[in-house]
């Protein structure tokens, strides 16, 4: 389902008779949003999440990082990651998970790993309809989080020390 799709029947939901109370809003206006009301609050949020996490869950590049979990451990994972993304991106949302390296310490997440997973991102924010200006700047705050979140020694030690030319 399309973000804004969703977000249109979440709207006529909400007003009595379905009527929809909108002003079209300039620009200016739109850019004077925090990123979190641009992505359609917690509504927009949460439906990303839940798309983006069940797609991670049945990766089988990934898989191995999920193995196990159960249908609580996987929605405790989709609710950590919605209130980490509403707080990230300027909404009321607290985060109620540990920090990006205590998380994914020991795992042996690798570069290769990360942009499976951004890809998967990039690929339901397109198919939400996103506008590429709030794409780039969540991913900017996604990418943020890389060298937390990659871990394995060997890749940590290369981006680090290895000449530029390698």
């Given at each position: ?107 042996g997440i690798t570069s290769a ?54």
């Amino acid at each position: 389902m399309k973000l804004k799709s969703y977000l249109a029947a979440i709207a006529l939901l909400a007003i009595p008779g379905g009527a929809v109370i909108s002003s079209p809003a300039t620009a200016q206006e739109e850019m004077e949003k925090s990123l979190y009301e641009r992505l359609g609050g917690y509504a927009g949020v949460s439906a990303v999440v839940d798309e983006f996490a069940g797609r991670l869950f049945h990766d089988p590049k990934i898989a191995q990082f999920f193995a196990g979990m159960g249908d609580d451990t996987r929605a405790s994972f989709k609710q950590k990651n919605k209130n980490l993304v509403c707080a990230a991106t300027g909404g009321p949302c607290k985060i109620i998970s540990r920090n990006a390296d205590v998380v994914h310490g020991g795992l042996g997440i690798t570069s290769a790993d990360f942009d499976v997973v951004a890809g998967h991102l990039k690929d339901v924010l397109v198919e939400f309809n996103v506008p590429e200006a709030e794409q780039d700047e969540l991913f900017a705050i996604i990418l943020s989080l890389k060298p937390a979140i990659v871990d394995r020694p060997d890749e940590k030690k290369l981006s680090k020390d290895a000449p530029a030319d390698r």
